[in-house]
Nanobody, 125 residues
Framework: QVQLVESGGGLVQAGGSRRLSCAAS????????MAWFRQAPGKEREFVAA????????YYADSVKGRFTISRDNAKNTVYLQMNSLKPEDTAVYYC??????????????????WGQGTQVTVSS
């Protein structure tokens, strides 16, 4: 069992930056995928970025590629999402998620078994 807790959300101006953190606790393993999803009002939850825990391979949605960076700190058992050049359309509740490393889509929310409570990011224009 894995527990995930996000933090770092808040209000930021367009063009600004924000870093989200997701701390994992409980029974964790190196062969996991950690990911960030987001959900804006009236929209479905969408994939943002993912990282394989053991190798550090990263994956990004086209909408955030070049602006967001996902990373991990193995010692702290924490995954980060560095968000730069933020746009109003980035406004959403951001969720941290985790699942085992297996064959399947890393971009589908239905594939993830563990979820954090979410942290709200609001980008003002």
């Amino acid at each position: 069992q894995v527990q995930l807790v996000e933090s770092g959300g808040g209000l930021v101006q367009a063009g600004g930056s924000r870093r989200l953190s997701c701390a994992a606790s409980g029974r964790t393993f190196s062969s996991y995928v950690m990911a960030w999803f987001r959900q804006a009002p009236g929209k479905e939850r969408e994939f943002v970025a993912a990282i394989t825990w053991s190798t550090g391979n990263t994956y990004y949605a086209d909408s955030v590629k070049g602006r967001f960076t996902i990373s991990r700190d193995n010692a702290k058992n924490t995954v980060y999402l560095q968000m730069n050049s933020l746009k109003p359309e980035d406004t959403a509740v951001y969720y941290c998620a985790a699942r085992g490393l297996y064959s399947g889509s890393l971009r589908a929310s239905s594939e993830y078994a563990y979820w954090g409570q979410g942290t709200q990011v609001t980008v003002s224009s």
